[in-house]
């Protein structure tokens, strides 16, 4: 909650991280760091945990791979839904949450993989606006993700989005250009309304990318 937090304050951009059991404590104090230095306004910030999903392996996967079946794999629709019908409306009910779609949801490796599948999702309804997707697991049942990329562009013809997304240099060939891939689809797609930024972070693997590209891609797209 914002140091200041009142209940007859004007309403607050919400964002929401995934892998929350793991990533509250220091994603709390990245956002408290970039609001004291004027990089983005002050906000509520809620994780959400997995304690009875190892990985986030069932929430955060779009398709169910044969390999991930043992932990109930496909269920991202069922996960999207439920923070857009019913996370969300209950906060809003709870806190002075700014009820637009100026809402930011960002993951790193299979949450970053959601964080995609998200952003794929009819904007009529979405609630995000801004999403920050790191080190997303492309590789994911042969990369099923471009899958959803594909069908929203025939269906779309615009996309009214901030992107701030990266993946470490060492991630591996795989990784990296399917990486390249999913910037290049959405670049020649040529969404009038769309802002992306994607960048190689320089001898960084998998593990160490998530908290200095959050601490980038807060003031990113916020501004």
């Not at 109930?72 to 806190?95: H, M, R, T, V, W």
């Amino acid at each position: 909650m914002p140091l200041n937090y009142a209940e007859d304050h004007s309403e607050y951009p919400l964002i929401i991280g995934l892998s929350g059991d793991s990533k509250f404590e220091t994603m709390s104090s990245i956002i408290s760091n970039e609001i004291a230095q004027n990089n983005i306004p002050e906000v509520i910030y809620v994780g959400i945990g997995y304690e009875n999903d190892p990985k986030g392996i069932r929430d955060h996967t779009p398709t169910c791979s044969e390999d991930y079946k043992e932990y109930e794999a496909g269920g991202a629709k069922s996960f999207y839904e439920y923070i857009k019908d019913e996370l969300i409306p209950e906060l809003e009910n709870k806190y002075n949450i700014d009820r637009s779609n100026n809402k930011t949801l960002l993951g790193h490796s299979l949450g970053g993989l959601i964080t995609l599948f998200a952003l794929f999702q009819d904007r009529d309804t979405n609630p995000f606006d801004k999403f920050i997707s790191v080190a997303a697991s492309f590789w994911y049942d042969s990369g099923s993700i471009f899958e959803f990329e594909e069908s929203y562009a025939q269906d779309h013809t615009d996309l009214d989005v901030k992107i701030y997304t990266t993946m470490g240099t060492l991630e591996g060939g795989v990784m990296i250009a399917s990486f390249a891939e999913m910037n290049d689809r959405l670049l020649a797609r040529e969404y009038p309304n769309l802002t992306l930024y994607a960048e190689l972070l320089e001898r960084f693997g998998h593990t160490r990318s998530d908290f200095p590209s959050y601490e980038k891609a807060l003031p990113y797209v916020f501004n």
